[in-house]
Each structure stands twice: as structure tokens, then as C-alpha cells.
């Protein structure tokens, strides 16, 4: 999922370049987030769009780079779906937080936010809520705390918006929402399900196709009491399965919850790294 989203960001900022290249810069002001909220509600879909648009080279590297790293991280503690529709989330509430700067601040309108900032903070606080003690090896600076790591993170990025209350906001907004899925999660609430459930909409969308040549279908239906006996007992024992794997699942994420990672035994490091990579 995390390549996915690269290339999702990536292909923005291809198609971006080139329209501005092409001297129709002013097409890329549609799927940017604007401050104002009275022309937000001429171009709604910009909640979402801003959300995968770079502009510049460094920043779209930067961001990709922190996706990168902060996806494991987040999927060893949590899941892949779950991953997906945390980076929405977190766009979405950095979103919302730009547009209220907007109302609170009035100077802060004609400007415009770009970049999956707030999504990647949101991934990176979730990780660190559900995972605080887990240890890093970082280049340079040795072994620290994810806690410690994720809570400079936040404060430099929310200090390279410099002077645009806007930004802050947003990046603010993404660390927050990160911060409540995480906490949300422990009582058994998950704030990206409803998102999950809409991207899984749009992704069994297929266009049908006829074939022409296709012979009809003759159905057999000789043995077809003993095959839905068989199937049955398949899906009693898939379920057993799934069962018993959930449980060993939620065993292990409540042992990191006690004893941080490192507490983990190879094996129970390696059954959480199985799960994850489904």
C-alpha cells in the first residue's frame, strides 16, 4: 500500500509539473487546498486532492522518504487497511484544521495547501501512541525512543511552516487525528473504518466486459448438495482459523502494550510481521 501511495503522490507531481511547464499553471490551483473557506465550497473535492499534490521536488522527496520509513512502523503495530485509511484521515483532519485557520485568521486567506504532510504525521503519532518504547537505530544519532523520535519530528515540521498559521494548523490536525485513532482503537472504536469502507466501494468498481465468443454456461448440478456440504465445512474451518490467528494477534499487541517491543519473542516478532505483510 505504502508504494501505492508513492506512486499515487509521484503521478501528481508529474502530471503537476508539466501543466505548469506548459503555461497552464493556474489548471493545478483546482486540486489544492484553499484557505479561504468561502472557495472551498466551490471546489470540495480539494480536501482530498491536496492531499497527494507536491509542487516541489524536495518537499515531494522529503514527504516520500517519511512515508517510506513510518509506513513499517505503523503496519508492525496496527495493519495495512488500517495504514491506508490513516493517511486519509489524517489528511483529511489536517484539512479541516487549515480551513479553520482561515476562518480564525482572515490574513491567512489566498494561500493554499499542498502535500501529504499532515497524513504522514498522523501515521507517525499513531505508530508512536500504540508503540512508544520500540527502539530505532538512527544514522548518526544512535538508539532513541520512537516516542522521542515522532515527537521531534512533529515539532520540526510544524516549525518549517514558519509564519503560515495555516500549515501549522494542518500539521497540528494530522497529529491529533493520529494521536485519536490510536487511543480510539484501544476502546474499540476505528476512526478509518467508515473510509475503508468507501475505498473498498470504489476499488470493486469494474467496467464489465463481454465476450462475444464465449460459449454459454452449462451448469452441472449432479453433485451439488455434497459441494455445498464441503463448502460449508471450508468456510467453518477458515473462520476457526481466523479466529485463533485474531486472537494471537490482540495477545501480542496488548504483551507491546505492556512491555513495549522489544519484549517480544522471535517468534511472536515474526507471527505480528506475517500479519502485517497480509
Known amino acids: 500500500m505504502k508504494k501505492i501511495l508513492i506512486y499515487i503522490n509521484a503521478g501528481f ?19 489544492k487546498l484553499p484557505s479561504d473557506p468561502i472557495l472551498f465550497l ?16 524536495w518537499h515531494l522527496f522529503f514527504n516520500m522518504v517519511m512515508l517510506w520509513w513510518m509506513a513499517d512502523l505503523f503496519v508492525y503495530a496496527f495493519t495495512v487497511r488500517h495504514f491506508r485509511g490513516m493517511y486519509v484521515l489524517g489528511g483529511l483532519v ?3 484544521m487549515y480551513l479553520l485557520a482561515g476562518l480564525l485568521f482572515p490574513d491567512n486567506t489566498g494561500l493554499y495547501l499542498v502535500g501529504s504532510s499532515a497524513s504522514i504525521l498522523a501515521v ?9 518504547e520500540m527502539r530505532l537505530r538512527l544514522f548518526l544519532f544512535g538508539e532513541a525512543r520512537l516516542r522521542t523520535v515522532v515527537i521531534v519530528l512533529v515539532v520540526l515540521v510544524v516549525a518549517m511552516a514558519g509564519g503560515n498559521v495555516g500549515e ?50 452449462r451448469r452441472k448440478y449432479k ?12 468456510d467453518y474451518d477458515f473462520n476457526a482459523k481466523r479466529k485463533k490467528h485474531d486472537e494471537e494477534i490482540d ?3 496488548d504483551k507491546i502494550k505492556s512491555n513495549g517491543y522489544e519484549g517480544l519473542t522471535d517468534e511472536e516478532k515474526k507471527t505480528l510481521f506475517d500479519s502485517s505483510r497480509r
Not at 207 to 217: A, E, G, H, M, T
Request: proline share 4%; hydrophobic share 50%.
Open 13 to 31: 507531481f508529474l502530471v503537476a509539473t508539466a501543466l505548469i511547464l506548459g503555461g497552464v499553471g493556474y489548471a493545478v490551483d483546482w486540486v
Open 42 to 57: 466551490s471546489r470540495p473535492w480539494t480536501l482530498i486532492t491536496y492531499m497527494f499534490l507536491h509542487v516541489d521536488i
Open 94 to 96: 489536517g484539512g479541516a
Open 124 to 132: 507517525a503519532v499513531a505508530a508512536a501512541v500504540r508503540m512508544p
Open 168 to 217: 501549522q494548523f494542518a500539521h497540528v490536525g494530522g497529529a491529533l487525528a493520529g494521536w485519536l485513532f490510536a487511543r480510539g482503537l484501544e476502546r474499540g472504536r476505528d476512526y478509518t473504518a467508515w473510509i475503508n469502507v468507501v475505498c473498498d466501494f470504489f476499488c470493486s468498481l469494474k467496467i464489465p466486459r463481454v465476450d462475444l465468443k464465449r460459449k454459454p454456461n
Open 223 to 234: 453433485f451439488a448438495g455434497q459441494k455445498a456440504a464441503s463448502g460449508r465445512q471450508a
Open 251 to 253: 495477545r501480542i499487541l
